[in-house]
Nanobody
Framework: EVPLVESGGGSVQAGGSTRLSCEVV????????FGWFRQAPGERREGVAQ????????HYIGPVQGRFTISRNGANNATYLEMNNLRPDDTAMYFC????????????????WGQGTQVTVSS
C-alpha cells in the first residue's frame, strides 16, 4: 500500500556510520529521481541528497556533503544513503522519495514518499 519502504538507521554513535535503504514496493511510474529528506525535532523537513536515474552522481546539501553518499540499484527500484562520520545534529527522521516526471534532479520537488526511518546519533 505504501509505495516506498525505508529500512536501516537506528541508534548510532557519533563518528559512526550507517546505511539506509529504500525499496519501491508499490506501483509507481518510472522513477526519474530518488531523493532522501530528513526532519529533525522542531525543524522543517529538508532535502538531503538526490540522484538522477538517467545517470550522474548525487547532489547534496552542504551539511552532509562529503559525509553522505546516495546510490541506486541497476533496476532503479531501490536507493541507498550511506552516512559516515555521523553527528548528533544528523538525528532526524529520514524519508525516501521519488519523482516520476521530468529529466533533472536538482530541485527538491518529489511526488512519492515513504513513511520514514529514525536515525539517532548519540554523543
Amino acid at each position: 500500500e505504501v509505495p516506498l519502504v525505508e529500512s536501516g538507521g537506528g541508534s548510532v554513535q557519533a563518528g559512526g556510520s550507517t546505511r539506509l535503504s529504500c525499496e519501491v514496493v508499490g506501483n509507481i511510474q518510472r522513477v526519474q529521481c530518488f531523493g532522501w529528506f530528513r526532519q529533525a525535532p522542531g525543524e522543517r523537513r529538508e532535502g538531503v541528497a538526490q540522484i538522477n536515474t538517467l545517470g550522474g552522481g548525487g547532489h547534496y546539501i552542504g551539511p552532509v556533503q562529503g559525509r553522505f553518499t546516495i546510490s541506486r540499484n541497476g533496476a532503479n527500484n531501490a536507493t541507498y544513503l550511506e552516512m559516515n562520520n555521523l553527528r548528533p545534529d544528523d538525528t532526524a527522521m529520514y524519508f525516501c522519495a521519488t519523482r516520476s516526471r521530468g529529466y533533472g534532479c536538482l530541485a527538491w520537488d518529489f511526488d512519492n514518499w515513504g513513511q520514514g526511518t529514525q536515525v539517532t546519533v548519540s554523543s
